[in-house]
């Protein structure tokens, strides 16, 4: 029986139980990982799951119930659990079913790679990665390298008439090298996933990067503190539209716990700034033509011309705010939807990186930042840092234990991008400066 013919008989033992509507979720995969390290094998992990969720409506009452073992003899015990948890649950008026539309043809987005590598080829890649992590002169050890290869399935069918299924595929590879000795000892890594392996990067330059990037910051200072421009390394830079995304969830709007709340259409960027939510990109990482609600997707500015233009919005959220539902749902089988960006990009600016430093006298380039610490109320932002100084529009010697902050409200606006935008994750920004921050030092 396909999975989307199990769903429905789900969903019928759920009706038969006493749910007024219900939707079922199956998400199943396979992956298999293989570690080395100083040129030996230290693990090689193979798993395979299949998770199943069902969410009942008793009226305006709704739970959640998983199961990790999918049995149709336990269907109707699954289902008489599920309606027996909703009529004890407070009721929710925002929670509600999509109306169905049939899903969208997703073949022109690529999302499955027929190429499966075993654990021979997955070694090959962890191998040349690390040698060549290794060979780099100055570096004195290896954290280690890893290859994988992940397949993923989901299915959802509603009791209103959805049915829609998705697959995708990933592969990776990984390398993390330390330069110098003992307390001046240096690490730092560096990773690529891609949906297709013919777009995977090679592994021995993702070995060289980490051995360059760790012998650039041996022997870091610690500068005294000071307001300066500090500029984020891609790498690091998309967590800044991680930060916008969180604040315009339509979860954090409703709750009012959002800094941005009162901020729908108001100018929070520079003019000529895009950040757009893309989830038909062409072999994307979270491409997807329905949501796990089974509503449609589409590309849209989330910031157009500097301007906020919406929220990302589950049906609940959607139902909250008196706005209709933007294709943003995402979810496990264990608890219920909430919104999440999809394919989420800063558009690139003119400048090149060298460009936007030239007139840096002194400033702070970030390569890397620890910590949570942004206050989703107020929008106040301080992270731990480490990356280079700028020196007259130059990097110069590395640095570590720093503290850089500001207000995000403050930072928006002065985000200026350069023009190397390069899709490598789900979410990504190219280089970004921002004026008139606060760097906390000796």
Known sequence: MDDLNLLADLIAAARRAGADRADALLVGGASLSVQRRLGKVEHVERSETRDLGLRVFVGQRVATVAATTVDPASFAELAERAVAMARVVPEDPFATLAEPVPPADAAHLELCDNAEPDAAALTERAAAAEDAALAVPGITNSEGASAGFARYEAALVTSVGFAGQTRRSS??????????????????????????????????????????????????????????TVVYDPRVAGGLLGHLAGAISGAAVARGTSFL??????????????????????????????????????????????????WLLDLRAARQLGMAPTGDAVRGTGGPPGPAPSNLYLAPGRLTPAELMADIREGLYVTELVGMGINGLTGDYSRGAAGFMIRDGQLAEPVAEITIAGNLLDMFPRMVPANDLVFRRGTDAPTVRIDDMTMAGA
């Open 261 to 310: 709340k009162d901020k729908l259409h108001a100018r929070l960027f520079a003019p000529g700034i895009t950040v757009r939510d893309d989830p038909h990109r062409r072999r994307g990482p979270r491409s997807r033509v329905f949501d796990s609600e089974g509503v449609p997707t589409a590309p849209r500015d989330l910031i157009a011309d500097g301007v906020l233009t919406g």
């Open 171 to 228: 592969h990776s590879v990984s390398a993390v090298a330390l330069a110098g000795s003992g307390t001046g000892m240096q690490r730092d890594y560096d990773y690529h996933s891609a949906t297709h392996l013919a777009d995977l990067d090679d592994p021995v330059t993702i070995g060289r990067n980490a051995a360059e990037r760790a012998l650039r910051r041996l022997n870091p200072t610690r500068p005294r503190t000071a307001r300066l």
